[in-house]
């Protein structure tokens, strides 16, 4: 497939803007399926002419589960024995990750339901054996990921694959210097917070962040972008929350999940909807029933949930909570540990909302008040 114009545009983002490629640097660019191919060959050619090394992979997608279209990973869990399941390359993995200065991951997401058949235990035992190996490179600072539009986003968005492709450039090619001018403010606020309290529908809940640091994303690790977000002291959440936005777990649509926390534990949970995939997220570890991070959404070009957590985690006027790992660095960073890091979008633009740092309102149906 021969790049667009517009996917040279997109590669000098990623290149230069997320990462800063810098010549003999190493990139590996990870794509997890054929569809994404003009962009990776864009990426691949914009690589080189930065005097970097490129080395375009499809192996690490597939191990962590985001190769769909061509069926790769439903039949591995298909047909895969006990050895076979519990069997990680990890000397392959290490080598790959410890290789490359920077990595550009594009996936196609194109079947979210593809792995619904397959037993959640043995989507959660590969995913605790995975994490240790893919968290060197999460922890780098030097990776940044997109989805790339294809028939099935475009479907499970309720969209034309036209429309789509024509709002994703819309959405990843804009000033992203104008994007972190306009959130240092509320990182600003989040920096100095001490208490955030979210109230809206079924939802009031308290989440201490003191001496944590928050962090604007414009750009720098997804793409598109437009969050600010920080890692809340993991034992120190109380109340209830309930997401109105569905969400992907183990291979099936999570509906309606309202969750209780004491102490930042996870005491209650429930689902409206793939209320099993729910509980086997949180059965992971020990971990995966606390919060690894806490963002407020801000890319007012994104107004509708797509099934797709890198958009709708965006969307201008929510917020979301991500139970499990928290990210490592000193801003966003925190110190809860686990295998998953899954990402719930809850609403905020339903009257009535409001979002509070130590009693200021700083989020209110849905705007911003930083």
């Given at each position: 497939m021969q790049p667009t114009e517009n996917d040279y545009k997109l590669a000098n983002v990623l290149l230069d803007h997320s990462l800063s490629i810098r010549a003999k640097e190493k990139v590996l660019i990870s794509v997890s399926d054929n569809g994404a191919m003009g962009l990776a060959k864009a990426v691949y050619i914009e690589v080189l002419k930065r005097g970097a090394y490129p080395l375009v992979d499809m192996e690490l997608a597939i191990q962590q589960g985001r190769s769909q279209v061509g069926g790769f990973n439903y039949q591995f869990y298909k047909l895969a024995n006990e050895w076979q399941l519990n069997y990680i390359p990890d000397k392959v993995i290490k080598a790959k990750i410890a290789w490359a200065d920077a990595h550009v991951r594009i996936v196609t997401d194109d079947n979210v339901m593809e792995l619904a058949s397959i037993d959640p235990d043995k989507l959660s035992l590969r995913a605790r054996l995975l994490r240790p190996l893919i968290d060197p490179m999460i922890d780098s600072n030097r990776w940044v990921l997109t989805y790339y539009p294809t028939p099935g986003m475009a479907q499970q968005a309720g969209m034309a694959l036209d429309e789509l492709t024509e709002f994703y450039y819309k959405a990843c090619l804009v000033?992203?210097?104008?994007?972190?001018?306009?959130?240092?403010?509320?990182?600003?606020?989040?920096?100095?917070?001490?208490?955030?309290?979210?109230?809206?529908?079924?939802?009031?809940?308290?989440?201490?962040?003191?001496?944590?640091?928050?962090?604007?994303?414009?750009?720098?690790?997804?793409?598109?972008?437009?969050?600010?977000?920080?890692?809340?002291?993991?034992?120190?959440?109380?109340?209830?929350?309930?997401?109105?936005?569905?969400?992907?777990?183990?291979?099936?649509?999570?509906?309606?999940?309202?969750?209780?926390?004491?102490?930042?534990?996870?005491?209650?949970?429930?689902?409206?909807?793939?209320?099993?995939?729910?509980?086997?997220?949180?059965?992971?570890?020990?971990?995966?029933?606390?919060?690894?991070?806490?963002?407020?959404?801000?890319?007012?070009?994104?107004?509708?949930?797509?099934?797709?957590?890198?958009?709708?985690?965006?969307?201008?006027?929510?917020?979301?909570?991500?139970?499990?790992?928290?990210?490592?660095?000193?801003?966003?960073?925190?110190?809860?540990?686990?295998?998953?890091?899954?990402?719930?979008?809850?609403?905020?633009?339903?009257?009535?909302?409001?979002?509070?740092?130590?009693?200021?309102?700083?989020?209110?149906?849905?705007?911003?008040?930083?």
């Open positions: 000033d992203y210097q104008k994007m972190e001018r306009e959130l240092r403010g509320l990182e600003k606020i989040m920096d100095e917070g001490k208490e955030v309290r979210i109230v809206g529908q079924m939802t009031d809940l308290t989440v201490k962040i003191e001496g944590r640091l928050a962090q604007a994303c414009y750009g720098e690790r997804n793409i598109p972008d437009g969050e600010v977000f920080i890692g809340p002291v993991h034992t120190e959440v109380e109340g209830e929350v309930y997401f109105e936005m569905p969400t992907i777990a183990l291979g099936h649509e999570v509906r309606g999940i309202h969750l209780e926390f004491r102490k930042g534990l996870v005491v209650k949970a429930e689902a409206e909807q793939g209320n099993e995939s729910l509980q086997k997220m949180l059965a992971t570890d020990k971990g995966a029933r606390y919060l690894g991070e806490l963002a407020i959404g801000a890319n007012y070009k994104i107004t509708k949930p797509m099934l797709n957590t890198l958009f709708d985690e965006k969307i201008g006027g929510t917020v979301h909570l991500a139970l499990g790992r928290s990210y490592k660095e000193a801003r966003g960073g925190g110190t809860n540990e686990s295998a998953i890091h899954w990402d719930i979008v809850k609403d905020m633009r339903i009257p009535g909302s409001r979002v509070e740092i130590d009693g200021k309102v700083i989020l209110k149906d849905g705007k911003i008040k930083s």
